[in-house]
């Protein structure tokens, strides 16, 4: 009895020890979780009545739950040809050119992991409001199944037939019903007059079904759907994507070739070869085996490059995509601007400069004797001719200035070196009444400078500064002057080196350049509307920053600036009218220190002598040059004053 008792408890010890011993360790710190796919939304369905004939594709729903999208690509799926996508890139884009009928676009996002997701928008054009349209019917993707070999029909292989991507513009789909058109064996189908249908499969073969759907006026559309069962050894061909058309202007003369949004259906891993359709052959492909590749040493003309894809059993698939390389302006007139002497600065440094009320106020800014930071005002006095002086809050340089009525704000800033104790960024609004002469103190949210800035009415905006030396932010800072009081929006992403213009009512602020996202530039606009106080975006022809804006005519100008292959002569004009947008060039790749009007004519300068000058009322573009290098400029009174060459205290009056 006894060696039972010690031989069962020996068995319920090594039975304990080996529960303990096998348990699966819940806790792993090296453990990496599976990527989750990301999830599309291409927005939702859409009917616009001609003569609209665009529409904003909206894919900025679409999120990944455990990452970032890193890629976003609009296509059409069907519908008339004439339409186009201005940017298939963008998470929204504009499609211009839209006409009768219905047309449907994919949106395909992929995540920082690779991984891809789908959703499809469809947008109906009618020509009349009343307009009755018929179903479209869907009977979703042909399916190749391949059975387990352990499986066999007896109890039939069970399939769903699925038709929830029929639509319907009136959304009045009320009757649905498969049939079969043709079998390669037995089969049976249930729930034939659902939305969705299940089918029983008891023999290998190729099926073919068709979906009926029919919507409340008795409109009817079909679709059919083929399902093989069986082992399926037929490779897929790959689908190369070559990217969008590309515009270039010289002395830019390199374009990035970008055809990693090839794929292929069946998963394989996919070799790339470039070539050249047509083109001048002064131009050199890097590397026309990569996925992306330069090419270089390209001249004025019109390129179209072929990206062939092939699968490893051989099946190739190739695109085409157009380069367009633009020379800047060339034969305009040269005028030579001459300098009326106007003052001379009590004190030479890079000072922020602004005008209000016959007053003109240099600011804070680096000296000789302050390299850091300076808090030195000096205010001319326009009608007088006199000086006097004044000092900032803190000494600082890198200081924004705007004017809003009689008032001037000194905002933001820096101070210091980098690395030394007394480095940083100043939330300082200095206020300065120039028709009282009187100053006055406000701050920001937080510490920013190098912001660009426009006043509409009582308002001031501040956009597109950096915080730290390394980190920039999408906030605006609103000041109301009327108020004395602040507020805060977000423009649709973090950026710099924007242009920010008030025109007609709205401030526009467009492009810039973001470090921190891949050192990346935008070719969006947030635009802000003062009647009903929305902000909305679009879209600009071209990525940049660091360029001129400016208003006039009921036009906006922007011009010159640079993008990650360098610097641009393109024009990009906004008819504030119409709506419309249209292309000009400047006669020099430059990017723009400030774009000045003295009231008739608008000008251009970056930092040689030479200056681009437009005369809307004559629509013609000339070239000014000054005797020497600018140093310093701004505007007064409908007036254009610069410093030039070695003695930028001098203060001179452009005239031409």
């Known amino acids: 009895m006894i060696n039972k008792i010690l031989f069962t408890l020996s068995i319920c010890i090594l039975a304990t020890a080996l529960f303990f011993s096998c348990r ?50 609009w296509s059409k ?69 391949t059975p387990d070999e352990t499986v066999w029909f007896d109890n039939g292989l069970t399939v769903t037939l699925d038709g929830t991507n029929s639509v319907d513009p009136d959304n009045d789909i009320v009757f649905y019903r498969w049939t079969m058109i043709s079998t390669g064996g037995s089969c049976r189908i249930s729930g034939a007059n659902s939305v969705k249908a299940s089918v029983s499969f008891y023999d290998f073969g190729v099926y073919l079904f068709e979906l009926e759907v029919n919507d409340k006026t008795a409109l009817s559309s079909k679709d059919t759907v083929t399902i093989s069962i069986g082992r399926d050894t037929t490779n897929r061909s790959p689908v190369a994507f070559a990217g969008p058309d590309q515009t270039i202007y010289l002395p830019l003369n390199s374009v990035r070739l970008n055809g990693s949004l090839s794929s292929d259906p069946d998963g394989d891993q996919l070799s790339y070869q470039w070539t050249t359709v047509s083109g001048t052959s002064s131009f050199n492909i890097l590397n026309p085996n990569a996925a992306v590749t330069d090419v270089t040493s390209l001249v004025e003309g019109n390129y179209q490059f072929e990206l062939k894809v092939t699968d490893p059993k051989a099946q190739s698939s190739f695109d085409t995509v157009r380069i367009t390389v633009v020379a800047c302006a060339t034969g305009r007139q040269r005028v030579n601007a001459t300098l009326a002497p106007f ?56 200081i924004t200035a705007v004017v809003v009525g009689n008032k001037i704000l000194f905002a933001g800033g820096e101070s210091g070196e980098l690395g030394d104790a007394l480095y940083g960024f100043h939330s300082e609004v200095d206020i300065y009444d120039a ?4 100053w006055s103190l406000s701050h920001m949210s937080e510490p920013q400078h190098n912001m660009s800035a426009a006043a509409l009415g009582d308002k001031v905006f501040f956009a597109g500064g950096n915080t730290s030396s390394s980190a920039y932010t999408n906030k605006v800072e609103i000041y109301d002057a009327s108020a004395n009081s602040w507020s805060l929006k977000t423009l649709s992403e973090t950026k710099e080196l924007t242009s920010v213009v008030a025109a007609d009512g709205k401030v526009y602020f467009a492009g810039g350049h973001n470090y921190n996202n891949g050192n990346s530039f935008s070719n969006k606009i947030d635009i802000y509307d003062q009647t009903s106080g929305a902000w909305t975006t679009a879209t600009l022809t071209l990525r940049r920053a660091t360029w001129g804006g400016i208003s006039i005519n009921n036009k906006i100008f922007w011009a010159g600036g640079y993008d990650e292959r360098g610097f641009l002569c393109s024009v990009e004009i906004l008819d504030m009218v119409s709506q419309t947008t249209s292309l000009d060039k400047l006669s020099n790749a430059t990017w723009i220190r400030a774009a000045l009007s003295n009231g008739n004519k608008v000008c251009f300068f970056g930092f040689s002598k030479e200056f681009e000058i437009y005369d809307p009322s004559a629509d013609a573009w000339s070239i000014g040059v000054l005797p020497d290098d600018i140093q310093m400029l701004f505007s007064a009174n409908n007036n254009i004053y610069v410093s030039v060459g070695s003695n930028p205290s001098q203060i001179w009056k452009v005239q031409f």
Not at 435 to 438: N, Q, R
Request: aromatic share 4%; glycine share 6%; proline share 5%.
């Open 24 to 73: 699966k360790n819940s806790e792993c710190a090296t453990c990496r979780m599976i990527n989750k796919p990301p999830i599309a939304n291409a927005g939702k369905d859409t009917i616009i009545v001609l003569p609209v004939d665009s529409i904003l594709l909206d894919g900025s729903l679409s999120k990944d739950q455990d990452g970032t999208i890193k890629g976003y690509l």
């Open 77 to 145: 799926i069907s519908g008339p040809a004439s339409s186009s996508i201005v940017d298939s890139a963008l998470p929204k884009s504009i499609v211009k050119n839209l006409s009768n009928g219905i047309h449907r676009f994919q949106l395909k996002i992929t995540d920082d992991e690779g991984l891809s997701a789908m959703d499809t928008v469809m947008i109906t054009v009618d020509t009349t409001v009343s307009q009755v349209h018929a179903p479209v019917a869907d009977a979703g993707s042909d399916q190749v199944i």
């Open 343 to 398: 003052t001379t600065l009590p004190e030479q440094r890079s000072a922020a400069v602004a005008s209000a009320a016959n007053k003109i106020v240099f600011a804070g800014g680096a000296s000789a004797q302050e390299p850091y930071g300076s808090a030195r005002v000096d205010i001319y006095d326009i009608i007088t001719k006199t000086w006097t002086i004044a000092h900032l809050s803190v000494p600082r340089y890198g």
């Open 435 to 438: 028709a009282t002469d009187s």
